[in-house]
């Protein structure tokens, strides 16, 4: 907006000096327009072709005030052009720096490799969580989107082993690559598991044939966005119901219910406590739907006497608030 102010400025500027020297060569001197304002414009340029005419002493005094102004007038625009470079690149240096900080200072948060279509759903997905997200993108026209988005980001190949530390790669809770070709995801994949071991990472599969190799590359997970949305609208018109509810439960933000996973800590009061005696489908009216145990083995619509063990991890369902209750039980 104070760019806009000042280019107007400019221009006006140049419209009223222009025609205020033409208008006083005009008056003083008795010219014509047309000589009138090629004598302003040399003037003001400071060019120094030499009068059209002779000179009155009265035009040459008013030669020497139309001389500083536009002496004054070059200053402002020239000092304009300089502050907008100067600006631009001193908020580009700042930004970068707190981006960087910024970055430095997150630990368990999610790195999204991509912000194309799908990067872009699933970074507003995951903020919308309160979930710390670093996004890496090679295409620098996409940077405005990422500014308008107010993600954290770094520009750049996702495959440079160096930004994927600087996007705190040793830190980071999980990775999803969502690059442009599957040769590129499966070389992010090495590359991710090499500099942290235990990192969780979800893949992107555009061929189905490259689902193995990226899985054997080490990602815990590989998705086909194509097959998921076939199956998804298969499952509408076969399951309508189910689909209804899992949107309810996953996407519809009006709705309290929620399915969620939670992991069972060694020093939570529920350890080896058996489900019917734990409360909490008494007490906080949540439905366990499976529990993975440690061995990844799971136990699906769980009886009442299984007990809850370190590392469990519990699917319920029910309401947002009972959810986050039984979450603290089991870290405490």
Known sequence: MERRVHLTISILLTVALVFAGSAGYMIIEGWGLSDAMYMTVITLATVGYGEVHQVSNAGRLFTIILIFLGVGYFLYVGGNIVQFLVEDRIRIILGRRKLDKQIAKLKDHYIICGYGRIGRVLARYLTERYLNVVIIE?????????????????????????????????????????????????????????????????????????????????????????????????????????????????????????????????????????????????????????????????????????????????????????????????RS
Request: glycine content about 4%; overall charge neutral.
């Open 138 to 330: 090679k295409n620098v026209s996409r940077q405005a989107a990422m500014d308008e988005d107010g993600v954290l980001y770094l520009v750049g190949e996702a495959t440079d082993e160096s930004l994927l530390l600087r996007a705190g790669i040793k830190e980071a809770k999980g990775l999803i690559t969502a690059v442009a070709t599957d040769a590129d995801n499966v070389f992010l994949t090495l590359i991710a598991k090499q500099l942290n071991p235990g990192l969780f990472i979800v893949a992107r599969a555009i061929q189905n044939t490259a689902k193995r190799t990226i899985q054997a590359a080490g990602a815990n997970k590989v998705i086909s966005p194509y097959d998921l949305g076939a199956r998804r609208m298969a499952h509408a018109i076969l399951r309508p119901t189910v689909i209804k509810f899992l949107e309810l439960a996953f996407t519809d933000e009006s709705t309290d219910i929620q399915v969620e996973e939670i992991r069972v800590r060694s020093t939570s009061r529920l350890l080896n406590v058996a489900l019917k005696d734990s409360g909490i489908r008494q007490h906080l009216d949540l439905i366990i739907l499976t529990i993975k145990k440690a061995d990844d083995t799971m136990i699906f619509n769980p009886k009442a006497d299984t007990r809850i063990e370190t590392d469990d991890t519990l699917v319920v369902v029910g309401r947002a608030k009972s959810v986050s209750q039984l979450e603290q039980m089991m």
